[in-house]
């Protein structure tokens, strides 16, 4: 039902910050439950840009546990420019590769990060303060 869902999403009538937030989910969802082919459709249906920080935060999630650093850091930059604290991308460990890069390091930075962040090797599940309460991150 879940991949049935995903593979129709782009046919529902919805406005584009639902259907932000719905694949936000359902990245979340697919990744957490390793979904593979699920997951891919997911991201496929994502916009270039994303304009809801949880989704662009999950797709750096997903793309920095994958290894591909280039569009890790693109998704992190857009979550950064969205909202997201610096803080956040240390205390989930889909970024653990990327923790020590300097790339990386000085994308956090940028946005106000901290040279001493320490991270830990929990995940965090932010329920965005004040958004939907079941919105699920990477």
């Given at each position: 039902p879940l991949k049935l869902l995903v593979r129709h999403l782009h046919k529902l009538p919805l406005p584009p910050k639902t259907k932000e937030r719905v694949l936000a989910q359902l990245i979340g969802v697919c990744s957490q439950g390793k979904d593979a082919e699920g997951l891919k459709l997911a991201i496929s249906l994502a916009p270039e840009t994303p304009e809801w920080d949880i989704l662009a935060f999950n797709l750096a999630c997903v793309t920095a546990a994958a290894g591909d650093k280039a569009t890790a850091l693109k998704h992190t930059r857009r979550a950064l420019e969205l909202g997201k604290p610096p803080s956040q991308f240390l205390s989930d460990s889909d970024f653990k590769s990327l923790r020590q890069d300097e790339d990386f390091k000085a994308l956090l930075l940028e946005f106000g990060g901290d040279e001493s962040d320490e991270a830990d090797d929990s995940d965090e599940f932010d329920?965005?303060?004040?958004?939907?309460?079941?919105?699920?991150?990477?």
């Amino acid at each position: 039902p879940l991949k049935l869902l995903v593979r129709h999403l782009h046919k529902l009538p919805l406005p584009p910050k639902t259907k932000e937030r719905v694949l936000a989910q359902l990245i979340g969802v697919c990744s957490q439950g390793k979904d593979a082919e699920g997951l891919k459709l997911a991201i496929s249906l994502a916009p270039e840009t994303p304009e809801w920080d949880i989704l662009a935060f999950n797709l750096a999630c997903v793309t920095a546990a994958a290894g591909d650093k280039a569009t890790a850091l693109k998704h992190t930059r857009r979550a950064l420019e969205l909202g997201k604290p610096p803080s956040q991308f240390l205390s989930d460990s889909d970024f653990k590769s990327l923790r020590q890069d300097e790339d990386f390091k000085a994308l956090l930075l940028e946005f106000g990060g901290d040279e001493s962040d320490e991270a830990d090797d929990s995940d965090e599940f932010d329920d965005d303060s004040g958004d939907d309460s079941d919105d699920s991150e990477g």
